[in-house]
């Protein structure tokens, strides 16, 4: 009970030791981002664990570049996880603050893939932690009955090594990565995410996400975003004062303004083709999530009286619009949905 309690205040850790020897309607996974220094050969890389009548362990790999997603299952007897740290096993591949190590020579739906590789990350830079407020959810962390849990573990950091997937090498050396995780029952019923740090210097990120989150009394409108430049962290959150101005999702576009007690944050992603990924819907993992990790999203970040901070273009930005949006949009002032 002490170590799941801790964990509130530690989103990279496994939570669910606890669950494990019993089925149950939980899951959790790491999503891991890649990218080369050249933006040749994007990848992300996503372990995980699913506690339903199906119980199993997986990595999917989704190629940024070719925009196909592969799903590779394990025994959950092959899954481990320290208690104490984010350190995580899936039979010969192993998952870590410091970086990931891939063995994998396995076939899926999709036929046979090979996979090996090892990628050192530098240096990250977390969503902050503190006592009262434990990570991007804020407040909400202490709720127990949240369908959805995320935290972000790093929204930019540096990369070494390489990665050979069916014969092509990719060297990651002096490349971008990102890393977030979910964990809970399934993913929102409808929501849109984006995020990309490969601005036009480093240091930059944007990370943003608007879903419809049940609750006790029905369900309300959630988001959380983030824009970091120059060391410091803008938030635009449910909790914390934040107000969406505008929203516009149309079949390839998701644009987004939002502001809080002192900025405003427009955000504009523009999707191009994407693989399919599986994902967490009742009670069982569905091929369901459509994402792209080679859109562009652009930027203007300005105080409230206009004066502009920050406008510029991300590239290798991921987009994923999913599920039924109506009541993330309809009845809001300023939403608009267009298919």
């Known amino acids: 009970m002490i170590h799941r309690i801790m964990n509130t205040w530690r989103p990279e850790r496994f939570h ?30 996503i372990p995980g664990v699913f506690l339903g009548q199906d119980r199993h362990a997986f990595i999917q790999v989704l190629d940024g570049r070719t925009g196909t997603g592969r799903y590779h299952r394990f025994a959950l007897e092959q899954f481990t996880a320290s208690r104490d740290t984010f350190d995580v096993r899936i039979g010969p591949n192993r998952f870590h603050a410091g970086g990931f190590t891939l063995d994998l020579d396995r076939t899926d739906a999709a036929g046979e893939q090979r996979v090996k590789g090892e990628i050192e990350m530098g240096e990250l830079t977390p969503w902050p932690v503190t006592f ?19 935290g972000i573990l790093s929204m930019d950091h540096g990369l070494m090594g390489f990665l050979n997937v069916d014969g092509r090498e990719t060297r990651y050396d002096g490349g971008r ?45 959630g988001f959380l ?74 930027l203007r970040f300005t105080t409230l009286n206009g004066e502009e901070r920050y406008s510029g273009t991300g590239r290798n930005a991921c987009l994923e619009i999913q599920g039924n949006l109506e009541k993330v949009l309809d009845g809001q002032p300023g939403m608009d949905k267009s298919d």
């Open 225 to 298: 975003v983030g824009f970091l430049i120059d060391g410091e962290l803008h938030r635009f959150m449910t909790y914390n004062g934040g107000v969406i101005e505008a929203l516009t999702v149309c079949e390839r576009q998701l644009r987004l303004t939002i502001r809080n007690r002192t900025h405003r944050h427009e955000v504009d992603s523009e999707k191009s083709e994407g693989g399919m990924l599986m994902a967490p819907y009742e009670r069982q993992m569905l091929e369901r999530v459509a994402e792209t990790m080679t859109s562009i999203i652009r």
């Open 132 to 150: 009262f407020s434990p990570g991007v959810m804020g407040p909400y962390s202490f709720i127990p009955f949240m369908q959805c849990n995320h």
């Open 16 to 45: 669910y030791h606890h669950r494990l020897a019993r089925v149950s309607d939980h899951f959790e996974g790491w999503y891991i981002k890649i990218v080369d220094p050249g933006d040749e050969q994007p990848y992300a890389i």
């Open 177 to 221: 990565g990102y890393m977030e995780k979910d964990w809970g029952k399934a993913f929102p019923e409808g929501y849109a995410w984006t995020q990309s740090n490969h601005f036009d210097r480093c240091g930059i990120c944007v990370t943003a996400s608007v879903a419809t989150i049940p609750w006790v009394t029905g369900e309300f409108r």
